[in-house]
């Protein structure tokens, strides 16, 4: 999940670097810091009817629309630095070649990839490495009319003390999410989701508003900034005419557009059940809208649209704003149909207590998508597969919608091809060869699995809270659904339905999975610190467990050769029976609410990382010259007009690069105050 650095330039100089032509496809379009930039394809859209192309066009702009609010909700200082570095780099007269205008525009285009001045997946705060003198004088040198000083009095001293603490003090909003068991991890995180408020003091009031008796609860707290005014705790409502509105009365103008070319009634509820959320902010008009959504299965085209995933909160409640715009893969959706057709089958023959599977399961509909427009927190990152609802509840009276993004899987494996990693850290040719044939395939599958019924399979006991694992809970999640996947990718039904060749297929993924969660995803952690990111806890949690459980029967060794640390898995079968016993314990924990129990497995497996295995990694890893982070432009849409001012056809292009992108996009997705 290596092309030449592209010089930090003025945008008037920066070529595009893909091209129109989709026969001379470039996926990869720039590299800087960590951080390496594609592109991906977007196949088949010329094959849509002209209502289908203008649905993708309208939903694809209200997913731009949205952008400036996870800036805010990043940090409440991102949209100010954001627009003083654009300003610079649009309006600076002076030595653009000058080392530190270099490393400016590197950490503008840092905070472009990760929606501000926090690393995105790491959560650490970017350090400049340009002087604070030379960023003042810069600024200064700006046309005041081109800084973004409102909020500021209009001064632009003002603004530079406000900003440059932020940016350059190392302790000020060090981490966006912090997860270090012990801390107050409301008051320590830098994110714009709570202020002047303790974590004590947000769990009691959210608390006060749960009924454990209540079977259908509300998603409390997850669409507001929770903060004090004159000694209060109040609720600040994201929705139009509440925080956030003018960035969401934009999105609902695009809504509108949408509706008006539905593809079918059910779809045209979806839309306009949204817009009615947005206007109101009702999280019961929520969970309508939710529902709506997962029960509409016959449309083509879909969306996801507004405040869905709770990572960047470390408790768990408040949602970052996020959207993909997507359509059916007609052809590699069959797979994932297969899935979804057998899914009481997989739920009858989990290894995990009777108490905690599903008698009846519902609803699980599952495909392969086509994403056409990546927004707010899935851009420039993206996941590879969603499964929404969030609902607990909605996902076992309802069920749950799954989705493979496979021309983003694609992309990052046409652009991995050719770039030593399998060479330099899998055991030997023969795990090499079995992941070059049938890696691509066991990875999807696994992926599959994962997002069509793991998130939805099992179910928590009566009156047990979905929040009830706290900070613990989003490595829990996705522990169980990962267990899941690789429990099932092993299985000879895997082979009898056709979703794999053999039952050698799986070994790829298994080992994949081994040598990332113990070593290769350790690249992505500086020297020193500890895991912090939920998903990275839950690959190391899985494979360390599997790891220390396996010992007294060498299921799977770390093994030397030549001064550098492998995995070996010994034992395939053997390994498949543990995977079942951590998914058994993991259902327990989340079924039961066992807050303890996964405190202990996340900090014993998850957290802490073997300083001499990590600097070895890095300096392998470094060796390479690969970026451990990708990221995607988008497509850009264009309509085509007759004389009447209709739209007679929608145009995709591919020659925007990096730079350009996120120049047009600061111009026309502009919507937010600086402050907010």
Not at 85 to 107: H, P, Q, S
């Amino acid at each position: 999940m290596t092309t030449t650095l592209i010089s930090s330039c003025s945008h008037e100089g920066d070529k595009p670097s893909g091209t129109n032509e989709v026969t001379n496809f470039e996926y990869k379009v720039d590299r800087f810091a960590d951080l390496e930039i594609l592109r991906y394809k977007v196949p088949d859209f010329e094959s849509l009817t002209l209502n289908q192309k203008k649905l993708i066009y309208f939903l694809s702009q209200a997913a731009l629309e949205g952008r400036d609010i996870l800036y805010d909700q990043n940090n409440k200082y991102n949209l100010t630095i954001r627009r003083t570095l654009e300003a610079v780099f649009l309006n600076y007269a002076g030595d653009r070649k000058n080392k530190d205008f270099e490393e400016m525009t590197t950490y503008l285009k840092r905070v472009w990839f990760s929606n501000g001045i926090h690393h995105h997946y790491a959560t650490d705060k970017f350090e400049p490495n340009f002087n604070q003198a030379y960023f003042e004088m810069v600024v200064r040198s700006i046309p005041a009319s081109q800084l973004p000083l409102e909020g500021y009095d209009n001064d632009v001293e003002k603004m530079l003390k406000a900003i440059t603490p932020v940016m350059f003090n190392k302790k000020l909003y060090a981490k966006r999410v912090n997860q270090t068991e012990g801390e107050d991890l409301i008051k320590t995180s830098a994110n714009n989701y709570y202020e002047g408020v303790t974590e004590k003091e947000v769990d009691a009031f959210y608390e006060k508003m749960r009924d454990p008796n209540d079977s259908t609860p509300l998603s409390y707290g997850l669409n507001s900034k929770l903060m004090k005014e004159n000694g209060k705790i109040v609720e600040k409502q994201w929705k139009v005419g509440g925080m956030y509105s003018a960035a969401i009365e934009k999105i609902v103008g695009w809504l509108e557009k949408a509706a008006e070319v539905a593809e079918n009634d059910a779809q045209k509820k979806v839309i306009n059940s949204l817009i009615d959320y947005y206007e109101t902010g009702d999280l019961l008009t929520f969970d309508e809208y939710s529902i709506l959504w997962v029960e509409d299965t016959e449309s083509r085209i879909d969306f996801v649209n507004g405040f869905i995933e709770t990572y960047g909160d470390p408790l768990g409640i408040k949602a970052s704003w996020e959207s993909v715009v997507n359509f059916k893969n007609l052809e590699a959706t069959q797979r994932t149909i297969t899935i979804s057709q057998n899914a009481q089958w997989f739920e009858d023959h989990s290894p995990v207590d009777k108490r905690f599977k599903k008698d009846s399961v519902n609803g699980v509909t599952a495909k392969v998508i086509t994403a056409a427009m990546l927004g707010g927190d899935c851009h420039p990152a993206t996941p590879i597969g969603i499964n929404l609802p969030n609902a607990n509840w909605i996902r076992q009276m309802h069920g749950s919608k799954s989705v493979t993004l496979e021309n983003i899987t694609e992309a990052y494996d046409k652009a991995a091809q050719g770039n030593g990693f399998n060479e330099e850290f899998v055991w030997n040719d023969e795990e090499r060869e079995r992941i070059k044939k049938y890696g691509y395939q066991s990875d999807n599958l696994h992926t599959d699995l994962h997002e069509c019924l793991g998130h939805g399979s099992g179910q928590l006991l009566p009156g047990v809270s979905q929040d009830a694992l706290r900070a613990y809970g989003a490595t829990i999640e996705e522990a169980r659904a990962d267990l899941f996947g690789l429990y099932y990718a092993a299985d000879p039904k895997m082979v009898e339905l056709g979703l794999l060749p053999n039952m050698e297929a799986y070994k790829a993924e298994y080992y994949k999975y081994m040598m990332n969660g113990m070593l290769t995803q350790l690249t992505r952690i500086e020297l020193g610190n500890n895991i912090e990111e939920a998903h990275m806890r839950n690959r190391q949690l899985i494979a360390q467990w599997v790891y220390e459980h396996g010992k007294t029967n060498n299921v799977v060794e770390l093994k030397k050769k030549e001064g550098k640390t492998f995995v070996v898995i010994n034992d395939y079968e053997a390994m498949r029976g543990l995977i079942g016993e951590l998914l058994a314990e993991i259902q327990r924990i989340k079924s039961e609410g066992d807050f303890n129990a996964a405190k202990n497995l996340v900090e014993t497996y998850g957290v802490k990382v073997d300083p001499e295995i990590h600097k070895e990694i890095r300096e392998r890893y470094a060796a390479l010259s690969i970026a451990p982070y990708k990221g995607f432009v988008n497509p850009r849409y264009e309509p085509e007009y007759d004389n009447s001012g209709n739209i007679t056809d929608i145009r995709v292009r591919y020659d925007e690069s990096f730079v350009q992108q996120m120049v047009r996009y600061a111009k026309e997705y502009s919507n937010l105050p600086n402050l907010n």
